[in-house]
């Protein structure tokens, strides 16, 4: 590898850089959905709140009710009294009014590394962190919607010592003797939560509705400035396993699609929300855009009839919980696609199915990473090892260009001529190490996804001061080693001839560092024993090839 090669390297690396800057800039302070604003002249109040679905599947999300169109948005979180339940691993807050998912912490997923006892809340009600699981049926006056309010059986839940499933179930009494029992069903070391209605046809006519799940949620600032992961919704059906429904996209248009099966999931950093109907029926996807903004999104599950007298049970599922690749396979089909390795997953599911089995045989996160760097390194030593000669043999050069460089002056024309006869009498091809580089670079990408994006290495510790390896080197003490070991490279690479380049080649081990200040622990972990590995490779070949042109 010559210096040409090594400056692609580090352009390359300052591109991928910055094009996380980038898209941090624009999920910060990019281009962001209008606001929404009240109306100032509503003609007629609308029959329902705009937040409740109102398209039948096979008809646009548009449709209006046969009433009046709903003009006001008189969707605003209203709550009443609650209703708390506890699992092994979940705590849920359930208000009576509509029966929904208002607050759920998980409690084997501390907010933070020094805050064990505290869990993380990935359903929140607070105005400015938005993010519940709202659920109803839409049968006109004869069924609850989520703004309907639910009796309790009871107000405090928890899974008893010994047993494997809990149900809540919350009372609502309609007109002409319909009775409906929603309950959730909860079940042990499971984020995976099965929600029914018991519909009781009391009447003397036949009740029909359907069952909708949805989420509404706020766009909150990425917590990162350097880190950007997906914030959103996502679509899947049988066309399109994993289709991005961003808060943007819901702004711009209402989403109103008819999918058979499919699911409808709400994306975060390291966890998901998922509403899963059943597969095999036709059911309906929208969006909408409210107020505030707050964003919904959900599916509305097919039409359900119940003879007069008769009782039937409708329901669905949701998952809350961590992107468990292993586990989400299970709950759904391409439900393990929310762990979002972008356009490498091909490469990055292999590496993490590795890092994972490293992890099983070591028990380290952290260890696990240094291993698997190992296993990279050697699976490309060839290629390695060609760009190190190549660099060896360009360094070897550095004498006998600079010559040539004092006898043609600035004739860059003639000084050209002349390095390429060089090369091709000391037989050196100076893009020879240019290819094993690009070869290797998808890797590093896909790595740094698996990093990024598995759960399962959230607040991993490693060793001595790194108590998160998803978090910041809290003494930056990797950031700085991983400078150095920039430093160390550019010392066994080949000069620049050109004393500017020299300077800004200089300037770059510092410019990294100060970025690598503030990606997580295990990513920098990676670069420092890569490039550790790669030192000591380079260092190796340059004293083999630097013996071998003494002794001629």
């Known amino acids: 590898m010559n210096f040409d090669n090594k400056r692609l390297i580090l352009l390359m690396a300052l591109g991928f850089v910055l094009l996380l800057i980038w898209q941090a800039w624009q999920q910060d302070y990019g281009s962001k959905p209008p606001v929404a604003t009240t109306a100032t002249a509503t003609p007629a109040a609308s029959p329902q709140p705009m937040d409740v679905p109102t398209a039948k599947p096979g008809a646009a ?20 009294d609650w209703v708390h339940v506890r699992t092994d691993v979940l705590d849920l807050a359930i208000n009576t009014v509509g029966g929904d998912l208002r607050r759920l912490n998980l409690l084997t997923y501390p907010i933070a590394a020094d805050k064990p006892d505290q869990p993380f809340p990935l359903l929140n009600d607070a105005p400015d962190k938005l993010f519940i699981a709202q659920s109803g049926l839409l049968a006109g006056d004869k069924g609850p919607d989520h703004h309907a309010v639910f009796t309790p059986e009871q107000t405090n839940y928890q899974l008893a010592p010994g047993a494997n499933e809990l149900k809540v179930r919350l009372n609502w009494s309609g007109p002409d003797g319909i009775k409906i029992i929603k309950v959730y069903t909860l079940r042990r070391a499971s984020y995976e939560i099965k929600l029914d209605y018991e519909v009781h046809n009391g009447s003397s006519q036949e009740w029909r509705g359907r069952v909708y799940g949805q989420f509404q ?13 997906y914030t959103g919704g996502v679509l899947s059906s049988p066309e399109n396993k994993y289709e991005k429904i961003k808060f943007g996209d819901m702004a711009d248009k209402d989403l109103s699609r008819e999918v058979k099966g499919g699911w409808a999931a709400m994306l975060q950093h390291y966890f998901v929300g998922a509403w899963i109907p059943d597969a095999g029926g036709l059911n309906h996807y929208y969006s909408k855009a409210l107020e505030g903004p707050r964003y919904v999104f959900g ?29 989400l396979q299970e709950v759904a089909p391409s439900l393990e696609l929310t762990v979002d390795y972008g356009l490498l997953t091909i490469l990055a599911q292999p590496i993490f199915w590795l890092l994972k089995y490293i992890h099983h045989v070591v028990g380290n996160w952290g260890w696990a990473i240094v ?3 190992l296993l990279i390194k050697l699976a490309f030593y060839r290629l390695s090892a060609a760009s190190y000669r190549s660099m060896a043999n360009m360094r070897r050069m550095q004498p006998r260009i600079a010559a040539l460089k004092e006898r043609y002056g600035e004739d860059r024309q003639k000084m050209s001529q002349a390095m390429m006869e060089l090369y091709k009498t000391e037989k050196i091809n100076p893009l020879g190490g240019c290819l094993p580089v690009v070869v290797q670079i998808p890797v590093f990408i896909a790595l ?3 990093l990024l994006e598995s ?3 959230r607040q991993a510790d490693f060793v001595l001061w790194i108590y998160d390896l998803s978090t910041k080197d809290p003494y930056y003490v990797l950031p700085l080693l991983m400078g150095a070991t920039m430093l160390i490279q550019q010392k066994l690479s080949p000069a620049p001839p050109d004393p500017v380049q020299a300077k800004v080649m200089t300037i770059l081990p510092i410019v990294f560092t100060l970025f690598f ?13 890569n490039n550790t590995l790669s030192i000591a490779q380079q260092w190796y070949i340059t004293r083999k090839i630097d013996a071998v042109a003494s002794s001629k």
């Open 61 to 80: 999300a548009t449709t209006t009710p046969p009433a009046a169109a709903p003009t006001a948005d008189k969707s605003a979180l209203q709550q009443s």
């Open 217 to 229: 949620r706020v766009e909150e600032a990425n917590p990162s400035y350097f880190i950007y992961t």
């Open 299 to 327: 599916v509305v599950m097919p039409e359900a009839v119940v003879a007069p007298g008769q009782t039937a049970t409708l329901g669905t599922r949701l998952y809350a919980g961590p992107k468990l690749q292993d586990h």
């Open 371 to 373: 291993i698997l760097t």
């Open 448 to 450: 740094y996804w698996v």
């Open 455 to 457: 759960v399962e290495l």
């Open 517 to 529: 200040a503030f990606f997580p622990a295990g990513l920098v972990l990676y670069w420092v024993v």
